[in-house]
């Protein structure tokens, strides 16, 4: 298990993993729709392909030859873009089956790894494993419902290596800015009172984890044996957001003070003892590690 190919490579998934890989000898491939030289990695070979169209894949996945596919590669909504209620899941699902064909048609024994995520199960606010119904309730969550049960279609039926890692909330340097722990510490930077006041009478909390964390069990993951079905990463627990305002409003000595807001405010969390028990995970960082990496970035 040598040759990686990760596809959405210049995202922050894709970088630090490909980071992972590279430093344990492994062979990385990053597959992106355009190739820009400053996102480019040393020693990780780049080709820009079009997932959505398979003769594409077929070319360009065939100049490899992966014994591994990590699929990053897909159109992610931002707190505010699920609010607006776009649409994410034609495109990203026709990928999904473009990559499943691929193996199928090619080399069976290819490993895919299917990041899916929290939202696949709605709503809920509860502790959730592996075994608890899927109730996705936007775009984005039914395509990761529907390319995981057809994953799981054809997993079954040509005997393959599969397996959807569902992923909670993970931030770190390289996160796009468009998500809210990087518009949160851009806010406090600036000292734009109004969006700090308005964001904490939100109250959100959330399972947040360091993406290192998330990162390093899906390199473990293509190290193991374990052909599982899914398997949770998160850091099985709350965070509330107002805790990381404070938290980096006091490292930039902003003297704002936040409203006292209740913390029975819930939300869903993901229980993750079986990533620790198959493959031996262990939790090294957190998300105020990864808020405070964010800040000194932007400084």
């Known amino acids: 298990m040598k040759k990686i190919i990760i596809t959405g490579a210049y995202g922050q998934d894709g970088i630090i993993l490909s980071e992972i890989l590279k430093n344990k ?19 990780v070979n780049y080709f820009k392909c079009n997932l959505a169209n398979y003769n594409d894949i077929n070319k360009t996945f065939n100049k490899i030859k992966p014994d591994c596919i990590v699929h990053f590669g897909c159109k992610n909504p931002s707190y505010k873009e699920l609010k607006k209620k776009k649409n994410f899941f034609h495109n990203n699902l026709k990928a999904i089956k473009n990559l499943a064909n691929y193996i199928i048609l090619n080399n069976k024994k290819i490993k895919l790894i299917f990041p899916g995520s929290s939202q696949m199960y709605g709503n809920k606010k509860v502790i959730v494993s592996e075994n608890q119904k899927f109730s996705p309730n ?9 390319g995981h049960k057809y994953l799981m279609k054809c997993k079954k039926k040509y005997d393959l290596f599969i397996t959807t890692t569902i992923l909670f909330n993970h931030d770190s340097v390289y996160r796009n800015k468009k998500f809210i722990i990087p518009r949160v510490i851009k806010a406090i930077k600036e000292r734009n009172i109004n969006f700090i006041k308005n964001i904490t009478k939100e109250n959100i909390c959330a399972d947040f984890s360091h993406a290192y964390d998330i990162c390093f069990a899906i390199y473990l993951l293509i190290k193991s044996k374990h052909n599982i079905d899914k398997v949770i990463l998160s850091a099985n627990k709350l965070t509330y957001l107002n805790d990381i305002i404070r938290y980096i409003s006091k490292l930039t000595k902003f003297n704002f003070k936040l409203i006292k807001l209740s913390k029975k405010n819930k939300n869903i969390v993901g229980n993750n003892k079986l990533a620790k028990k198959l493959l031996n995970w262990k939790i090294k960082k957190n998300i105020f590690m990864a808020s405070k990496d964010i800040l000194v970035k932007s400084t």
């Open 138 to 146: 936007n775009s984005y969550a039914k395509f990761r419902v529907s």
């Open 25 to 43: 000898n492994f062979k990385v491939s990053g597959i992106v729709k355009k190739i820009n030289k400053k996102k480019k990695l040393k020693n």
